[in-house]
């Protein structure tokens, strides 16, 4: 579903991503693991068309994600690390909006927004303003809305940031039935390596721009010789605490806010 050859990442002088390669197969629950500033929101934004890798090939469904761009966003679903629902709106013009903006017919995105709503728990708050929502609403809202299009992939970029443990539950169930009912392909990235743990089917390891480590939970659990997802994770990035962009000049960081 996913394939990575040799992709690069320059700003400058500095490789945010270094000839990664990695493949996910369809249906899988994959998680995208690694410490602040390691590569990993980077290479989402290149596999989501959002950026353009300095070197190397991706694939998203069959299709070359730098020639095909309009073709591959239409094949996947993203939400974001930070809030992107327009808070004047209500839920059902959030949603509807989406679907207008992917060219989906009136008489297809009716139905579609009141079955995911159904599926999230917000059909009785549709006509509530987002500005109203809690954050565990506003990002079930963000899974229905990326949902809408009916997306080979799903794109989670820490989903549960900032969420109670009873949130984080309920959008994990909502993840783990797309998976299994609608075989909806799962690309995810979180810091709580419980939710590797619980949910994850193979994962791969970023620092520093490289991928140090892939394969099953069990695989990586043996090859660090810990117990945990968590321990094996200390242990093969180390325990010096990351700053999100420490790595980055003040040059490199001009240089992405104009991508």
Do not use: C
């Not at 903006?101 to 579609?112: A, E, F, M, P, W």
């Not at 999230?120 to 809202?141: A, H, I, N, P, Q």
Request: charged letters at 30%; zero cysteines.
């Amino acid at each position: 579903m996913i394939e990575i050859k040799n992709v690069t990442k320059k700003y400058g002088d500095f490789t945010a991503v270094d000839n990664i390669s990695l493949n996910v197969e369809k249906g899988d629950v994959f998680a995208f693991l690694g410490p602040n500033g390691a590569g990993k929101t980077t290479t989402i934004k290149m596999l989501t068309t959002l950026l353009n890798p300095t070197s190397g090939e991706i694939y998203l469904d069959g299709h070359n994600v730098m020639e095909k761009p309009s073709e591959t966003r239409k094949s996947f679903g993203i939400v974001f690390q930070d809030p992107s629902l327009d808070n004047e709106l209500t839920a059902y013009e959030n949603m509807q909006f989406h679907a207008i903006l992917y060219g989906i017919s009136k008489d297809v995105y009716i139905d579609r927004i009141k079955k995911l709503l159904e599926l999230v728990e917000l059909t009785d708050r549709k006509d509530s303003y987002v500005k109203t929502f809690s954050g565990g609403m506003k990002r079930r809202l963000e899974i229905a809305r990326g949902l809408l299009h009916h997306p080979k992939v799903l794109f989670l970029d820490e989903p549960t940031i900032g969420l109670d443990p009873q949130t984080r539950n309920h959008i994990w169930n909502y993840v783990k039935k797309l998976n299994e009912e609608e075989k909806v392909t799962i690309f995810f990235t979180t810091h709580h390596m419980e939710e590797v743990e619980r949910y994850g089917h193979t994962i791969a390891i970023i620092d520093h721009g490289k991928i140090i480590e892939q394969g099953t939970i069990d695989e990586i659990r043996k090859k660090a010789g810990t117990d945990s997802i968590e321990d094996a994770f200390i242990k093969l990035t180390g325990r010096q605490i990351r700053a999100e962009a420490s790595n980055f000049s003040k040059s490199t960081l001009r240089g992405f806010r104009g991508m």
